[in-house]
């Protein structure tokens, strides 16, 4: 999902922002090479990341964690029947993160457009 604006904010200005804006059960963290992305994490297998660019914010649902990114790579793989019913019952399905995306996406939207 990608959010166009028209005053892009710097990273750290968007931290501050989702720090101060989501509920406590969230955590926000700077991620990648040179802090280029956020993390959003809820529970521990549910996330999304944000990427700002020139005139637009991109919202990709991800996992938070190193060992939830293993987990859904294993997941692609035979081991896809132990590690699925993990994710359903963690609450990491499709439609959580669909439903993350868009809550990070609106309060976003308010704020920055």
Do not use: H
């Not at 509920?23 to 994490?41: E, R, T």
């Not at 019952?89 to 499709?94: I, V």
């Amino acid at each position: 999902m990608t959010i166009k604006v028209t005053n892009a904010p710097t990273n750290t200005e968007l931290l501050s922002f989702l720090q101060s804006e989501l509920p406590s059960n969230y955590k926000s963290k700077l991620f990648g090479l040179g802090d280029k992305s956020i993390i959003v994490q809820k529970p521990t297998f549910l996330g999304v990341q944000l990427t700002v660019r020139e005139n637009e914010i991109s919202i990709l649902a991800s996992p938070p964690s190193y060992g939830g990114g293993l987990l859904s790579g294993l997941a692609m793989t035979e081991l896809a029947i132990v590690i699925l019913p993990i994710f359903w019952l963690t609450g990491a399905s499709p439609s959580r993160f669909r439903k993350l995306e868009k809550e990070v996406a609106s309060l976003l939207k308010e704020n920055y457009n």
